[in-house]
């Protein structure tokens, strides 16, 4: 599992953009990222998906309303902001989720996308940010249904009628 700050959550949208074919503007060699850039091209992505041009001729109605929808979350975290740094960290992972799910929609590479989560790990009161492919939650998850099917082995210590303790 991967702990990001800041600035990661930051790197990587620079790479989902790029993975998209997107390349956000930077204002000053910094990690700040124009939101105007990042309207602007979601605003070409949504104008070829409803014309069904380039990669989205053969995109489904499914696929394209999802599209939708997550433009939409674009649209409304930058709306306000001239930077996507100027975004509370948690505000900044759903921007990075909602473009790794554009891209991975204009890519049509679902398994590929990153999902993110902001949690506070047990003991700590510090949220991190965690990421992980949706391949590697997909591993996890049939991990875990095949340890909860497992039969436990047991120690005569905690074997009492016939059952684990």
């Not at 790794?100 to 590929?112: C, F, K, L, T």
């Amino acid at each position: 599992m991967r702990t990001m700050t800041r600035m990661h959550v930051v790197a990587v949208l620079v790479m989902v953009l790029g993975v998209a074919g997107l390349t956000p503007g930077l204002a000053t060699g910094s990690d700040n990222f124009d939101a105007a850039t990042i309207r602007a091209q979601q605003a070409q992505l949504r104008s070829d998906a409803e014309a069904r041009r380039g990669a989205f001729k053969d995109i489904g109605e499914s696929e394209r309303a999802e599209l939708s929808r997550q433009q939409d979350i674009v649209e409304r975290l930058t709306r306000d902001v001239n930077r996507t740094t100027e975004l509370r960290e948690a505000q900044q992972v759903e921007l990075l989720n909602a473009l790794e799910h554009i891209s991975a929609i204009v890519n049509r590479a679902e398994d590929e996308r990153l999902v993110c989560r902001r949690h506070r790990p047990t003991g700590s009161n510090r949220p991190t940010t965690t990421c992980r492919t949706v391949a590697q939650l997909k591993a996890d998850r049939i991990s875990v249904e095949q340890e909860v099917g497992r039969p436990r082995a047991c120690s005569d210590a905690t074997f009492r009628n016939g059952t684990c303790f």
